[in-house]
């Protein structure tokens, strides 16, 4: 079969180079990669997202999904003057035979853009534990097990506010992908977690108590079509999945949403979009959040998560810190901008993905 004419602005002057999942449009590289850009440059304006003059914290991981954000937001900035003061803040979890590599690839990163790079570890900012400390210990509890993210994800949202804050940022971006949040929207039903559907719709937090307003310009762009970018873009990212990752509540989530996106190609930005449009009747919205006795961030019980987490396992019991009562407080609500293995239908890379 011929390969067909891009379709795109460039008004056929290539070869297409892929069908975009997105929209069905057979489009050259170059089309593709000025259409992806033009729509997140649309997302942050429509959103409002990061004023001139923003001092910009990108979490960091190595992995696809930020590495492209990165990149992207470099390249709106200097195309566009958004005047961004981009900074890479990157977590080290303290994860053995994982967390090391992704880092190499953020360093790499962060010395081919020169963009300045903070690494923020857990064992610094919280007293000696690491995730693989954090692991054991969970282990040793007697009753259900779970799943490590849970705890990861309370820690992980700590450590980057709390780089954030060193470098002088005023907003906190995140590469989380309308996958991602189609996954979080999915987990939530499934969890009956109101609460958390509630919040979970919208582009970012406002920076309410204290933290810094957070976003997420990638929302809207899928997984399948955030692979192609990196491919064509020839970006150098970490794809290994964590170590903690297969036990984790939202790899079932991921392979339900599959499952259903094979029946229904648009499930995943439906989910989105309905998630936006969710609203809780006044009886059951939760109360407003005060701020945490010990750390003052914002919490809406006396102790923030993870400050109750952190005495959990000082104690010796630190599934009691998220267990029963603190339900929809800190489970694994949100994937925590770490590397995974993408679900894009196939290999990691975008080969495989290419129609043409
Ligand atoms: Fe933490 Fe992410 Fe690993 Fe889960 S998958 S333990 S959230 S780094």
């Known amino acids: ?67 492209v954000l990165a990149h992207v937001l470099r390249a709106l900035d200097a195309r566009h003057g958004l005047a961004l003061d981009l900074h890479l803040v990157a977590v080290d979890e303290g994860i053995g035979g994982y967390r090391d590599a992704a880092l190499a690839a953020v360093r790499r990163q962060a010395g081919r853009w020169r963009l300045p790079l903070t690494v923020v570890a857990y064992a610094d900012l919280f007293g000696g534990w690491t995730m693989d400390e954090v692991a054991r210990r969970a282990a040793q509890e007697p009753g259900r097990a779970r799943a490590c993210c849970t705890f990861c994800g309370v820690l992980r949202r700590r450590a980057l506010e709390e780089g954030a804050q060193r470098v002088g940022a005023t907003h906190i971006v995140t590469g989380h992908n309308a996958d991602d949040m189609a996954e979080t929207v999915l987990m939530n039903f499934l969890r009956g977690d109101s609460g958390r559907l509630a919040r979970g719709g919208t582009l970012g937090s406002p ?16 997984q399948k079509e955030i692979v192609l970018y990196a491919h064509f873009q020839e970006l150098d990212y970490f794809s290994e999945e964590c170590v903690y990752a297969p036990e984790a509540f939202r790899g079932h989530v991921r392979d339900l949403l599959k499952a259903l996106e094979a029946a229904r190609p648009s499930v995943v930005l439906d989910l989105v ?31 923030c998560q993870a400050c109750a987490l952190l005495d959990g396992l000082n104690r010796g019991r630190p599934r009691l810190a998220i267990g029963k009562g603190r339900k929809g407080l800190g489970e694994e609500g949100e994937k925590q901008s770490c590397t995974s293995k993408d679900s894009s239908g196939g290999p990691s890379r975008a080969g495989a993905i290419q129609a043409f």
């Open 207 to 222: 920076g309410e108590g204290g933290a810094l307003p957070r976003c997420r310009p990638l929302q809207f762009a899928s």
């Open 1 to 67: 079969m011929p390969v067909p004419r891009c379709s795109g602005p460039c008004g056929g002057v290539r070869p297409a180079a892929l069908r975009r999942p997105r929209t069905g449009g057979a489009v050259c590289r170059s089309c593709f990669c000025n259409a992806f850009e033009a729509e997140v440059l649309s997302t942050l304006q429509t959103g409002r997202l990061l004023p001139p003059g923003a001092v910009v914290a990108v979490g960091a991981s190595g992995g696809k999904d930020s590495t």
């Open 273 to 303: 979009h309905s998630a936006e449009r969710l609203a809780l009747a006044p009886a059951a919205r939760p109360p407003p959040p005060g701020a945490c006795t010990r750390c003052g961030a914002l919490s809406s019980r006396s102790l």
